[in-house]
């Protein structure tokens, strides 16, 4: 089976921007969660969405956004980019048990 | 590669000797702990995981421990070797609430 794919793998935008991250989850699986990773914060949860339907989600201000297809992919959207927002972004997928990261987008807001 | 923190505790190990990683879980009510382990560039990728009505779980060179009275999880690494050096974190949930990690553990192995 393929692993979770994430794209882009990197990606550089200014302030004020928005981005959309795409993730492709594991054939099969229904759950997909974002997670903000950076040095001061460690990983933190963003949402998860399960079959179209956001099930979770974490303490993060509205310029974060997603979503998810009915064939499981998912996006996120970052509005109004700040700089504080330049972090690795991770997706995961899960049926059962245990999460299965991505590779992660690298974002870096300047 | 991609520094995924900057302010880590370390361990550093000899190659061949086993290495001990230790964690402090938050919620009492969690029922289901992971390990996962991140090497530079890469996403956290899957290592062992244990539910709350075990204290054990053994891997390939790897074990878990539960201490549910003192909230603590450790993760034992028999062997070290240096393909082992990496960022180590524990995860904790309940249900299908989302993970909670810990802050992570840099492993770094001596040749």
């Known amino acids: 089976k393929a692993g979770v794919t994430q794209t882009p793998r990197y990606l550089i935008k200014t302030r004020g921007q928005q981005v959309t991250l795409s993730c492709s989850p594991i054939s099969g699986h229904r759950s997909v969660s974002w997670y903000q990773q950076t040095p001061g914060q460690g990983l933190q949860f963003l949402f998860e969405y399960f079959s179209e339907t956001q099930r979770n989600k974490g303490n993060f201000p509205g310029r974060f956004s997603g979503r998810q297809f009915s064939n499981s992919r998912s996006e996120m959207n970052v509005s109004t980019l700040e700089l504080g927002d330049s972090a690795l972004y991770l997706c995961?997928?899960?049926?059962?048990?245990?999460?299965?990261f991505g590779p992660g987008t690298r974002l870096t807001v300047t | 590669g991609e520094s995924v923190g900057l302010h880590l505790p370390t361990l550093s190990v000899q190659e061949g000797d086993n290495s001990i990683i230790n964690c402090a879980y938050s919620n009492s009510a969690s029922d289901y702990f992971i390990w996962y382990k991140q090497e530079s560039g890469k996403g956290p990728q899957f290592i062992i995981d244990i539910r709350s009505n075990m204290d054990k779980r053994q891997g390939q060179r790897v074990t878990v421990l539960l201490n549910k009275t003192v909230k603590h999880l450790s993760l034992q690494i028999a062997a070290t070797q240096p393909g082992d050096s990496a960022v180590y974190f524990c995860a904790e949930t309940r249900g299908n609430t989302p993970l909670v990690f810990g802050k992570g553990t840099r492993l770094s192995v001596i040749a």
């Open positions: 995961a997928s899960r049926e059962l048990g245990e999460q299965y």
